[in-house]
């Protein structure tokens, strides 16, 4: 029997997304990604160290924080736009500070969809380790990525198959999923009260507004959980839907968040574009919350239809319809044993360190 030696601990630095500050929900699921890793691979004892935009704050985790102007969202530009970094950019001064204090570890995490790391990659005395949080947004930063997947194979992580599938270099990527959960910072709840859920960005690309119009045909209660990062968006679906039964409980930590959506009978996910993994539905998994999602992207490759929640027909709001009178049909507990086992930290964990094990060796 080969008893592998126990591999030496890492010591690992993350660069977070420069769309926002860690905990100020505008870095999205990254954020969850960044806290959930660096949490499971300091239990594993590896030393993790995070650099990110000034007011960063992940609680017990050691951040570095970096000074400078937010990176605009990849999302929100056209696929021929040039690259474009604001004046004191906080993405160039982080990556400085990574490259001043690069001999002090053994591998960077990237977590940042942009331009910058990826032309960086060659610079660097050590491996990244390279976090695709998207599916292909600008061909600028698409080239880029693709130039390190050629040049350093093995280094560009994406979190599903849907999602590398929409890059011309799918086959040079690594499937590492997006996050997992600890079961124990989630209850699990089997009595929800009559009300669904939406966790995430406000923002045009998660389509809230198909789920705030589900809420107004079925009647049912729909709180609405994450930052707004796109106010004229989010006006614009109250004007839309004056009568949909809709609360907002705004951008809430975990412990809380975890508390008003086991509560539910079940979550809406409606994402507009191929989300890369959907974090927010493990989360839902793990309270024993059903996910109804539309049939596109990560959340195709989460849910079991029938089975852990429902996946419709995309931007169909009448399939949403049709599938919330159906959440009865789901046992609640089945949903708690995928996030307990499939998407747990610990599993997730497993295939992170082995994929950084990897690019060290
Ligand atoms: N846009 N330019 C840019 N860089 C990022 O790191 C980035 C982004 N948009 C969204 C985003 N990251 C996160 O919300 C991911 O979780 C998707």
């Known amino acids: 029997m080969n008893i592998s030696s126990p591999q030496p601990s890492l010591k690992i630095l993350i660069l977070s997304t420069p769309v926002g500050a860690l905990g100020s929900g505008l870095g999205g699921g990254v954020e969850l990604t960044i806290a959930n890793l660096a949490?499971?691979?300091q239990s594993r004892g590896h030393r993790i160290d995070i650099i990110a935009p000034m007011g960063s704050d992940l609680g017990d985790l050691s951040m570095i924080q970096i000074p400078g102007e937010l990176q605009l969202t990849a999302q929100t530009q056209e696929n021929a736009a040039s690259i474009v970094m604001p004046g004191n950019?906080?993405?160039?001064?982080?990556?400085?500070?990574?490259?001043?204090?690069?001999?002090?570890?053994?591998?960077?995490?990237?977590?940042?969809?942009?331009?910058?790391?990826?032309y960086l990659t060659p610079f660097f005395d050590l491996p990244i380790a390279h976090f695709v949080s998207m599916g292909s947004q600008i061909a600028a930063i698409d080239a880029a990525i693709e130039g390190v997947a050629i040049d350093f194979p093995g280094t560009i992580g994406v979190c599903t198959r849907t999602q590398a599938e929409t890059f011309s270099f799918a086959d040079l990527c690594c499937v590492?999923?997006?996050?997992?959960?600890?079961?124990?910072?989630?209850?699990?709840?089997d009595t929800p009260a009559d009300a669904l859920a939406?966790?995430?960005?406000?923002?045009?690309?998660?389509?809230?507004?198909?789920?705030?119009?589900?809420?107004?045909?079925?009647?049912?209660?729909?709180?609405i959980m994450g930052k707004i990062q796109d106010l004229a968006y989010w006006e614009k679906i109250q004007c839309d839907y004056p009568h949909a039964p809709i609360e907002y409980?705004?951008?809430?930590?975990?412990?809380?968040?975890?508390?008003?959506?086991?509560?539910?009978?079940?979550?809406?996910?409606?994402?507009?574009?191929?989300?890369?993994f959907g974090n927010v539905a493990i989360e839902a998994l793990a309270c024993g919350v059903p996910v109804i999602a539309y049939r596109r992207g990560g959340p195709a490759e989460i849910i079991t239809d029938g089975?852990?929640?429902?996946?419709?027909?995309?931007?169909?709001?009448?399939?949403?319809?049709?599938?919330?009178?159906?959440?009865?049909?789901?046992?609640?507990?089945?949903?708690?044993?995928?996030?307990?086992?499939?998407?747990?930290?610990?599993?997730?964990g497993n295939v992170i360190e082995s994929w950084f094990y990897r690019l060290v060796g």
């Not at 001064?93 to 331009?115: G, S, V």
């Not at 049709?322 to 089945?334: N, T």
Request: overall charge negative.
């Open 176 to 189: 590492v999923g997006g996050s997992g959960v600890d079961p124990a910072v989630y209850q699990y709840c």
């Open 39 to 41: 949490r499971e691979l």
């Open 89 to 118: 950019p906080v993405l160039a001064n982080m990556w400085a500070k990574a490259r001043a204090i690069q001999a002090d570890y053994d591998i960077i995490f990237n977590t940042a969809f942009d331009w910058l790391p990826f």
């Open 198 to 223: 939406w966790l995430g960005r406000i923002s045009p690309e998660k389509a809230l507004e198909d789920a705030v119009a589900a809420a107004e045909r079925t009647g049912i209660k729909l709180k």
């Open 307 to 348: 089975k852990t929640g429902f996946l419709v027909e995309p931007d169909s709001v009448e399939g949403l319809v049709v599938a919330i009178d159906r959440l009865d049909e789901i046992d609640r507990s089945d949903c708690r044993h995928a996030a307990e086992t499939v998407f747990s930290q610990a599993a997730w």
């Open 249 to 276: 409980l705004g951008f809430l930590p975990t412990h809380e968040l975890q508390q008003a959506l086991r509560n539910c009978r079940g979550m809406l996910m409606t994402p507009r574009w191929i989300e890369a």
